[in-house]
C-alpha cells in the first residue's frame, strides 16, 4: 500500500513539474508571436487537467 501511494505521488509531482516548466517556456515563446506556442500551451493546461481529474476518479 505504501509503495502505491508513492507511486501515485511521484507521478503527479513529475507531471506539474514538466507540464509547469513546459508552460512557461510555451508562454514565454508565444509572447514573442510563436502562434503554435499558444495552441500548445493550451494543450498542455487541458492534459494536466485531464490527467488530475482522472486520477482522481480512479482514487489515485
Known amino acids: 500500500m505504501m509503495n502505491e501511494n508513492y ?15 513546459g508552460a512557461g517556456v510555451l508562454s514565454y515563446l508565444a509572447l514573442n508571436g510563436v502562434e503554435s ?13 485531464g490527467f488530475y481529474f482522472g486520477a482522481k476518479s480512479a482514487g489515485l
Open 7 to 21: 507511486q501515485s505521488l511521484t507521478r503527479r509531482i513529475i507531471a506539474i513539474t514538466f507540464g509547469i516548466c
Open 37 to 49: 506556442a499558444l495552441t500548445a500551451l493550451i494543450a498542455i493546461v487541458g492534459t494536466i487537467t
